[in-house]
């Protein structure tokens, strides 16, 4: 069937199978919906996910169940400072019966990949993660090779230790569109935890709901979001705030606005609406932007932080709608 003899997706479909994915993943993944629901929004926008949180929280556990409810292929690489650029991308050898070489591909040549403690890694190490984000493809040898659709890179950093570890520069951090932090579990859900892996790991018995296929149509449908102009203005109003807040060195850039307007489309769409109204974009604000914004090296010693920026970024920013609107209006 051809692309363009499909069916359209209508929007109740799509939320409903988004909640069927959900509901799947929370068979292994407990007491954690918004975590859940930030990552599938990612997904939905074909955005990278990076989630800064202590180890044996589950964020492995999460990125394979999601890759395993949709079907996908799915690969982990643990950073180590010894990791070389061509362990992630893969390499061409020579073979000698054929004398040709041939391109053997790394573990990013997957649909869904987990990047472990991405910044234990060299930053030349790094940066071959750079291409494959952006473009969905890498080059070795001179040789491009396109990497499988759809592509989601999910990198983890261990936010207590900082020994031996490279930062993400800001380059690196700006092509990530969620920052996602799972935190310990409620003590309820963490008997659960312990109740469903007595005898095996839940993981083991989950059943793929939906398909490679089925994601990429649920892709193109959200992207036929409505977005009125007033909340493209209000997007793009936010993220001009934090370029001129007082407290902050390196506002987030236009990708970050983008990254708004496209997260704030998916989050719609799982609601099942097919129109973005203003409190998708407030509860997304932190997600997407928090991680691109540098505050000035004077206050890292003081109790500011980016998110309590991006509280004063939104009152500061008349909502649509809102009393302060109208009244700039009238």
């Known amino acids: 069937m051809k692309l363009e003899d499909r069916p359209v997706l209508t929007i109740r479909e799509l939320s409903d199978t988004a909640s069927r994915v959900i509901t799947n993943v929370e068979r292994v993944i407990v007491g954690k919906q918004e975590a859940v629901r930030l990552t599938l929004i990612a997904v939905l926008c074909g955005g990278h996910v990076l989630i800064e ?54 573990p990013i040549m997957s649909q869904f990949v987990l990047a472990d403690e991405i910044n234990r890694a060299t930053p030349k190490t790094q940066s071959a993660l750079l291409e494959a984000m952006e473009e969905a493809q890498i080059t070795v040898d001179g040789e491009t090779h396109h990497l499988p659709h759809p592509f989601l890179v999910m990198a983890t950093q261990n936010p ?23 935190g310990y579990p409620e003590t309820g859900d963490e008997v659960s935890i312990l109740d469903r892996q007595q005898r095996r790991h839940p993981l083991e018995d989950l059943d793929a709901v939906l398909t490679p296929e089925q994601l990429v149509a649920m892709q193109s449908r959200v992207r036929e979001i409505t977005v009125k102009q007033e909340i493209r203005e209000y997007i793009v109003n936010l993220v001009s705030a934090t370029r001129k807040h ?49 505050l000035r090296p004077n206050l890292r010693r003081d109790d500011v932080t980016t998110d309590t920026v991006l509280d004063e970024v939104l009152l500061m920013t008349p909502t649509p709608g809102g009393p302060a609107s109208l009244i700039a209006r009238g």
Not at 68 to 87: A, E, H, M, N
Not at 160 to 182: C, K, S, V, W
């Open 53 to 106: 949180d202590v180890p044996g929280v589950g964020k492995t556990t999460l990125m394979k169940s999601i890759a395993r409810s949709i079907g996908c292929g799915f690969k982990r690489i643990q950073f180590t400072p010894d990791l070389l650029p061509s362990d992630v991308t893969g390499v061409s050898i020579f073979n000698q019966r054929t004398s040709q070489f041939e391109f053997r591909p790394g």
């Open 160 to 182: 207590i230790e900082y020994e031996g570890t490279f930062p993400l520069p800001e380059a690196q951090l700006d092509r990530f569109m969620l920052n996602i932090h799972l």
């Open 246 to 294: 007082q407290h902050v060195y390196l506002g987030a850039s236009p990708r970050g606005s983008l990254a708004l307007f496209q997260a704030s489309q998916a989050r719609a769409a799982l609601d099942g609406r097919d129109y973005v109204e203003a409190d998708d974009v407030k509860t997304l604000l932190k997600p997407t932007l928090a991680h691109r914004i540098i």
